[in-house]
C-alpha cells in the first residue's frame, strides 16, 4: 500500500500501516466472569468473529478500534490502517456533516444542526490553481463558491492565522536568543509547523531534540483557536456548535488535528474536526463532475481571511510559510539594529539545506537554515547530539521543497511530471501579493481586543502548545498482525 504521510514518517515502525513485523500496543481490556470457562472464537464465512457460549449460543464480536488518538501515544505505527484516517477525516465525512444539515435560512445560524467553517492553505489553493491553470487568488474566490453551494457557511484563508504564528514565532525567538548563555537549549529554535517532523522527534528523539522545538502554534492550530474561540463567541455559539474543517496540503495535518492538546475539554470538541488535503478536494470535485474552472467566483469572507479586494496576500519567504525570512529580518532588527532588505540564500549539501548569515564587521551575528526532507533533518539531528550545530534557528520541514511539494497535493495531470508541477505551484504561490505580518491592523486589534482580555495564560494557551515524548513500549499486550 503506497503510502500518503511524509518520508519522516515512513521509516520501519513509524509507517502508515502495520507490516507483518509490527505489533500494536493498545491494551484490549478483557472481562472475566467468575466460574465462567474461557468461550470458544470462530471466524464466520463473511470474516466477522463469532464467540461460541457453552451453552452454544452465539454473539458476534466488535472489532476492535484503534484511532488516531491511540496511535499518536504509541511508538509503533502511525495509524493502524489507512481506512482508519479515513473514516475520521475524509471529505466524505464533510459531505456527511453538510447532508445533516437542513436547508436553512443564512440569517438564523442557530437553526443548523452544525455551522461548517473551512480554512483554506495557500499551498492548497496554489496546488489548486496549478491543475486548472488558474491565479491563486482566482482559484480562491471560485473554491469558495464551490464550497459554499456545497453548504458551506464560512471560507477563511489560512494566511491570516499563519500572521499569528510568525509574529510569536519572532518574539519566542528573540526570547530564546537572550537566555541562550543560561540555557545550552534554547539555541537553536526548530520551528514546530511541520506535525511530520514533531511527531517524528517526539517518537525517536525525546527529551534531547523537544526543548529545542518552538512551541508556538502551526496557522492550522491558530485557526483553530481563532474558529472555534473568536469566531464562535461572536456569532453567539458554542463550539460544539462549529465543524471546522482545514484545507491542507500534507496527511501529516490529520494527525496535528487530532492531538489531545488541541482537544477542548470544557467544549468537548476538538479545534479543527477534519483536515481534507489539497487532493481530496479534487476528487470530491471530479466525483460530482465539477471543474473549478467553471465554477462563478464568490465574494471573499474577510474576517480570517488576508485579502485585499479581490486579491490574496501571502507572506515572503519560503513556500512552507517563510519563518526563516521573518523571524531573521526581525531579529536582526530587535537584536542588533540591522535592517534586512534581502536574505540572501546559500546551498549547502542540497537545495533543501540552505543558511543565511548576518555578519558584521568579520562577526557572525545570526545564522540561521531551512532543512527540509529526511537526509537532511538526520544531518541535523546529529548536529544537535554531537554539540556542533551552529545555527541559532532552524526551519524544519518533513517534505523535500517543503509544504509546496506536500503528499497531499493534487497530483501531475498526465503527461505532466512532478518537477513541472512543482515549479508551477510555486511560482503561483509567489504571485500573491506579500504580507507583513507586523501591518495587519485586524490581528493587532485582536491581539488588543480579544487575546489580551485572555490574560497572558489564557494568549499563550491559544497561540502556543507544547511536546510529548513517546517512550518505546517493550512490554504489555501485544496483538501481532
Request: charged residues 25%; contains cysteine.
Amino acid at each position: 500500500m503506497a503510502s500518503h504521510f511524509s518520508g519522516v514518517l515512513q521509516l520501519t515502525d513509524l509507517d502508515d500501516f502495520i507490516t507483518p513485523s509490527q505489533e500494536c500496543v493498545k491494551p484490549v481490556k478483557v472481562e472475566k466472569k467468575q466460574g465462567k470457562s474461557v468461550a470458544k472464537i470462530q471466524i464466520e464465512d463473511d470474516g466477522s468473529y463469532v464467540q461460541v457460549n457453552q451453552d452454544g449460543g452465539k454473539q458476534k464480536l466488535e472489532k476492535a478500534k484503534i484511532t488516531l488518538n491511540d496511535c499518536l501515544a504509541c511508538s509503533g505505527c502511525i495509524t493502524s490502517a489507512e481506512s482508519v484516517l479515513i473514516t475520521q477525516q475524509s471529505h466524505e465525512e464533510l459531505l456527511k456533516v453538510l447532508r445533516n444539515n437542513k436547508f436553512c435560512i443564512p440569517s438564523n445560524l442557530n437553526t443548523i444542526s452544525k455551522i461548517v467553517v473551512v480554512s483554506v492553505s495557500p499551498q492548497s489553493r496554489a496546488s489548486l490553481a496549478a491543475h486548472y491553470n488558474l491565479s491563486s487568488s482566482e482559484a480562491g474566490r471560485r473554491l469558495t463558491a464551490y464550497l459554499k453551494n456545497l453548504g458551506v457557511h464560512c471560507v477563511f484563508d489560512t494566511s491570516f492565522s499563519r500572521t499569528f504564528s510568525l509574529l510569536e514565532s519572532q518574539r519566542e525567538f528573540v526570547e530564546r536568543f537572550h537566555r541562550k548563555e543560561q540555557d545550552s537549549k534554547a539555541v537553536p529554535m526548530l520551528t514546530s509547523a511541520c506535525p511530520g517532523w514533531i511527531c517524528y522527534a517526539e517518537k525517536t528523539h525525546g527529551d534531547y531534540i523537544l526543548p529545542y522545538i518552538s512551541t508556538t502554534r502551526s496557522p492550522q492550530q491558530v485557526m483553530g483557536s481563532l474558529v472555534k474561540g473568536y469566531f464562535a463567541k461572536q456569532q453567539g455559539l458554542s463550539p460544539q456548535q462549529i465543524y471546522h474543517v482545514c484545507v491542507m496540503p500534507c496527511f501529516d495535518k490529520k494527525l496535528e488535528a487530532s492531538r489531545s492538546d488541541f482537544y477542548m475539554s470544557d467544549a468537548e470538541t476538538r479545534e479543527v474536526d477534519c483536515v481534507i488535503t489539497s487532493g481530496e478536494v479534487q476528487r470530491m470535485m471530479e466525483e460530482e463532475n465539477v471543474s473549478l474552472s467553471d465554477v462563478e467566483p464568490a465574494a471573499l469572507d474577510t474576517m480570517f481571511s488576508s485579502v485585499c479586494g479581490d486579491e490574496f496576500l501571502s507572506h515572503a519567504g519560503s513556500g512552507s510559510g517563510g519563518y526563516l525570512h521573518h523571524v531573521f529580518t526581525h531579529a536582526a532588527k530587535q537584536l542588533f539594529g540591522e535592517e534586512v532588505k534581502e536574505l540572501t540564500y546559500k546551498t549547502l549539501r542540497n537545495k533543501d539545506f540552505q543558511e543565511v548569515r548576518l555578519e558584521k564587521d568579520g562577526n557572525v551575528l545570526l545564522c540561521f537554515a531551512l532543512t527540509y526532507g529526511f537526509r537532511n533533518i538526520q544531518n541535523l539531528v546529529q548536529k544537535l547530539k554531537r554539540g556542533k550545530c551552529p545555527y541559532h534557528f532552524v526551519e524544519v520541514m518533513a517534505c523535500p521543497s517543503g509544504c509546496l511539494n506536500g503528499g497531499g497535493q493534487v497530483k501531475p495531470s498526465a503527461g505532466q511530471n512532478q518537477k513541472e508541477l512543482l515549479q508551477k505551484v510555486e511560482e503561483l504561490y509567489r504571485a500573491d501579493r506579500p504580507l507583513v505580518p507586523e501591518s495587519d491592523p485586524r490581528v493587532a486589534d485582536l491581539y488588543h481586543s480579544w487575546l489580551n482580555s485572555l490574560g497572558e495564560d489564557g494568549a499563550k494557551e491559544l497561540l502556543h502548545t507544547q511536546y510529548h515524548t513517546v517512550e518505546k513500549m517493550t512490554n504489555g499486550l501485544t496483538m501481532k498482525w
